[in-house]
Each structure stands twice: as C-alpha cells, then as structure tokens.
T-cell receptor, first 114, second 111 residues
C-alpha cells in the first residue's frame, strides 16, 4: 500500500525540549511538506522540500528545522525556540511534475506541550 | 502572494444541497483544488479545476471562474458523513511545489 506515515500520533513534550516528528512516504514523490494546523484554522506551511538535500522555509518556519537526506523521509524538529508549539502537524507529499495537482497527507501528529 | 477566503461555517440538512464558496487573490496559480478533512483526520483530495467551468465527481461538483476570482464546491444529497471541514487550495504558478490553503469551512449536516 502506497502512502504517507507519521509517527507518533500523539506526542507530549515538556517546555524547553526539542522533539522530532517523523514522516515517511513510499509514493516516490519528489516534493514533501510540513503544515501546522491550529483548532478551527487552515493549514500553514512550515517547510517544504522539492528534492533530496534541499528545502525551503514556508510561512511559519521560525522555531522549526527539517532535513531531507532521503527521498522517502522528511522529519520535522520542533525546537525550544518555538514559543507556541501545541498544534496538529501534517506531513504531505506531491509529484513535482505533470498535471497532477493533488497533495497526499499523512494522518498527522498531535503535539502537546506540558 | 496568495490569499483565499472561505466562510467559516455552514449548516445544512440531510438530503439538501450546499455550496461552499472560495474567493481568492493570487499572483498566479495553476488551478483550484478542494480537500475534505474530518475532525482529527488528514485532508483528502476531492476535486481540481484547471480551467473555468464545472467539474463533477459523483455527489460533489466544483466550479471555477478566473475572471471573477471565485470558485465553489457543491455537495448534493447531503449525508451525515459529509460533516467535515472543506478547504480550497491553489498551486503557485511561480513555484510549482508550493500550495496555499484557505482557512476552511466547517460543514454541519443535521438530520
């Protein structure tokens, strides 16, 4: 089955700690994304990557970091510099070419800072 | 930049028809997409309009008018399971790998 997996589903963190959220895809997509979603709100882009070893900041990158060492994997680290990290985090991927216009989303990770 | 506006909430009864609007201001985009998200779940792709006009997929239809900077999602024969949030989205014409999402419309379907 092709798709995107995120782990863990729920994550609790103490203030001041860094935490890394996992995202893996087996769809052979070049592009991968991280979004943040707050209650009752839309999706805000944190980082995206168009190809291995390359990534760009989205609209709310401060306090976050990413890496793209493998095509299949795009982990997100929420650092202690992120002042309000409690949110629902969604990873997505899409083809980088052609006429497809769909993003495929993982099930999400709900992060709570205690 | 890109800006997409949607109503925050819509309520309709089972069996009815509902239209969810999306107005946008963009510097250029490839087309308008729609996603559905149930509470606590992941967004799933519903439809895409590359050109002006109506696209139909079963009970769902989507419309785009570039001259009016406007699109909508039409849901017919509403079912309780259609209660979810619906997002419009565009793909940036200057950066093919960048998407912008509206703030979402929460649809409440009542018996």
């Amino acid at each position: 089955d092709g798709g995107i997996t995120q782990s863990p589903k729920y994550l609790f963190r103490k203030e001041g700690q860094n935490v890394t959220l996992s995202c893996e895809q087996n769809l052979n997509h070049d592009a991968m994304y991280w979004y943040r979603q707050d209650p009752g709100q839309g999706l805000r882009l944190i980082y995206y990557s168009q190809i291995v070893n390359d990534f760009q900041k989205g609209d709310i990158a401060e306090g976050y970091s990413v890496s793209r060492e493998k095509k299949e994997s795009f982990p997100l680290t929420v650092t202690s510099a992120q002042k309000n990290p409690t949110a629902f985090y969604l990873c997505a991927s899409s083809p980088s070419s052609g006429t497809q216009n769909e993003q495929f989303f993982g099930p999400g990770t709900r992060l709570t800072v205690l | 930049g890109q800006s997409l506006e949607q109503p925050s909430e819509v309520t309709a009864v089972e069996g009815a028809i509902v239209q969810i609007n999306c107005t946008y201001q963009t510097s250029g985009f490839y087309g308008l997409s729609w996603y559905q998200q149930h509470d606590g779940g992941a967004p799933t792709f519903l439809s895409y309009n590359a050109l002006d006009g109506l696209e139909e997929t079963g009970r769902f239809s989507s419309f785009l008018s570039r001259s009016d900077s406007y699109g909508y999602l039409l849901l017919q024969e509403l079912q309780m399971k259609d209660s979810a949030s619906y997002f419009c989205a565009v793909r940036d014409i200057y950066n093919f790998n960048k998407f912008y999402f509206g703030s979402g419309t929460k649809l409440n379907v009542k018996p």
